[in-house]
């Protein structure tokens, strides 16, 4: 069974940087497009970032272009979200998430693996 695991999260104030890691395992890398989503509290998650296998396409949301990075090292078998002038409304729990030979558009229910999630808070 493929396990995703992220990490990075934590509290900073609006205005910093975080940089979150996703470390995947026990599946064929390379035959997924990666992808990052983020949830809050009661609320639906959301689609923030995406880059396809030889990480030569990457997508975002309108509200983190330009802010956020996607990245991935395939022999590590890593992706990562580097988060730059962080705001309070990018507070919520991150997700990883495997979408396997996927569009960089694909929607949260083509995805098929899932990471645990790591909290980011983003303080005024």
């Known amino acids: 069974q493929a396990r995703l695991a992220e990490s990075g999260g934590g509290l900073v104030q609006a205005g910093a940087s975080l940089r979150l890691s996703c470390e995947a395992s026990?599946?064929?890398?390379?035959?997924?497009?990666m992808g990052w989503f983020r949830q809050t509290s009661g609320g639906e998650r959301h689609f923030v970032a995406a880059?396809?296998?030889?990480?030569?396409?990457?997508n975002y949301s309108e509200s983190v272009t330009g802010r956020f990075t996607i990245s991935r090292d395939n022999d590590k078998n890593t992706v990562n979200l580097q988060m730059n002038s962080l705001k309070p409304d990018d507070t919520a729990v991150y997700y990883c998430?495997?979408?396997?030979?996927?569009?960089?558009?694909?929607?949260?229910?083509?995805?098929?693996?899932w990471g645990p999630g790591t909290q980011v808070t983003v303080s005024p």
């Open positions: 998430a495997a979408c396997p030979i996927c569009s960089i558009r694909a929607g949260v229910n083509e995805y098929t693996f």
């Open positions: 880059i396809n296998w030889d990480a030569d396409l990457t």
């Open positions: 026990d599946l064929t890398f390379t035959s997924y497009t």
